[in-house]
């Protein structure tokens, strides 16, 4: 079979197709932009928007970006704003007066903000307790039913000494019903366990008895680990 063979086209002729000479009807028309869409979207020369601030991204970026850094006998990774802070301390351990004055600023600096947090947090905790005990204690007094508030007063644990307010038990719906599958299940076991206990007592029979023992000592495992879930959660 002899072999096909492309039609012969005179040089430079308009239906000359070869390197920088594609086919006439997609060669790009006199005065007509190759890329009339101009640089995609997420081009890095795009200006940012009046609601965006992409100077505080790139720097964000860059101070959590992780670097390598020698830490005594090996190295270690840590973001670039540890290792900054880390060489600042490093040279106020080693008495350089300005390097100590940045560092005991930053850390009164950050110590202040921590404390008004706290001091913030615990009146909000303090006053949802106190508004909702009166609460609660009203509907009692009325016979007013009503959903009981997530988190509980009761939850809310004050440390006056120590300054601090913390939530030891749910906070949400979920939460909740999360707790009450615990408690359900605790019931089910402590139940099962005053019956192997009932059934102990009063059989004389070694094998039911070592059967028996067994079983408390599985049910009393699953009960350790209930408890241990519930504390997680309220504690």
Known sequence: MAKKSLPKVAPNSEHDVGYGRPPRDTRFKKGQSGNPKGRPKGAKNKRPGIHEERLKGIILDEAYRTITVRDGNRNVTVPMAQAVVRALAINAAKGQHR?????????????????????????????????????LERRARLGIEGPEPLPHPDHIKIDMQRGTARVAGPSTKEEKAELDKWFEKKAIFEEELAEFNNELESTTEEVQRVWLLKEIDQTCEVLRIIEQAIGYQVG
Request: proline letters at 0%; charged letters at 35%.
């Open 99 to 135: 390097a100590q004055r940045l560092f005991s600023e930053l850390l009164s600096s950050t110590e202040r903000q921590n404390k008004a947090l706290n001091d913030e947090w615990l009146d909000t905790a303090m006053t949802y307790k106190i508004e909702w005990d009166r609460e």
